[in-house]
């Protein structure tokens, strides 16, 4: 992500331009959403978070001194939001409805069959991940998806790098177990 870019764009809205913020905003809300469902697990508590996260980003923009990407400075916010989600539950209960949802969407067995493929292989990503603890399908997601380097992710988590690294090697770990579980569960239902 282009960093100078958004410095402009935070000194729109230092200056008053709202309209600035949400442009700024637009560029990561997808990523946001993203890395708070990988922690709660849940798309209306994810949604909760990002508007609460991108709500206090705005006002604490005067603390962002730009030392780090704007983005890995607003992940941290989501990050800390989503784990004081986790923290506020009191117990979790999922109805039959959301947890079809969570399970992923149908195909569309009319697309081309390498889109079917890659929307299979997401779908299984998406479940896999899910099994992971919170904390360490964060650090994945952001690793993997959204190619931020170790140090990025410190700064995002708070956490040290070699413990960034332990929890990535033992994610990598879990998630193999995971694929090949689930996997394993798909060859049986042809079967």
């Not at 709660?40 to 005067?62: G, M, P, R, T």
């Not at 890995?72 to 009191?90: D, E, G, M, P, Q």
């Not at 959301?98 to 399970?103: A, F, I, P, W, Y």
């Not at 380097?149 to 879990?174: D, F, M, W, Y």
């Amino acid at each position: 992500m282009d960093n100078s870019s958004d410095i402009k764009q935070i000194k729109l809205v230092k200056a008053g331009d709202v309209g600035a913020y949400s442009q700024l905003i637009d560029k990561y809300q997808h990523m946001s959403f993203t890395l708070a469902n990988s922690i709660v697990k849940n798309k209306q508590e994810a949604e909760e978070v990002c508007q609460d996260a991108i709500f206090k980003a705005y006002k604490a923009l005067d603390s962002f001194k730009g030392n780090a990407d704007f983005s890995t400075w607003l992940y941290r916010i989501v990050y800390n939001t989503a784990i004081s989600k986790l923290r506020s539950r009191k117990t979790e209960t999922v109805s039959l409805d959301e947890q079809k949802e969570s399970l992923g969407t149908p195909f569309d067995f009319n697309e081309n069959l390498n889109r079917l493929e890659q929307q299979e292989r997401k779908i299984i990503l998406k479940r896999a991940l899910k099994l992971l603890k919170e904390e360490d399908a964060f650090i994945m997601i952001l690793y993997y998806y959204q190619e931020r380097s170790i140090e990025e992710i410190v700064t995002s988590t708070g956490l040290s790098k070699s413990n960034i690294k332990i929890k990535l090697h033992r994610g990598r770990k879990q998630l193999k177990q995971a694929l090949e579980q689930l996997l394993s569960k798909e060859i049986e239902s042809f079967i």
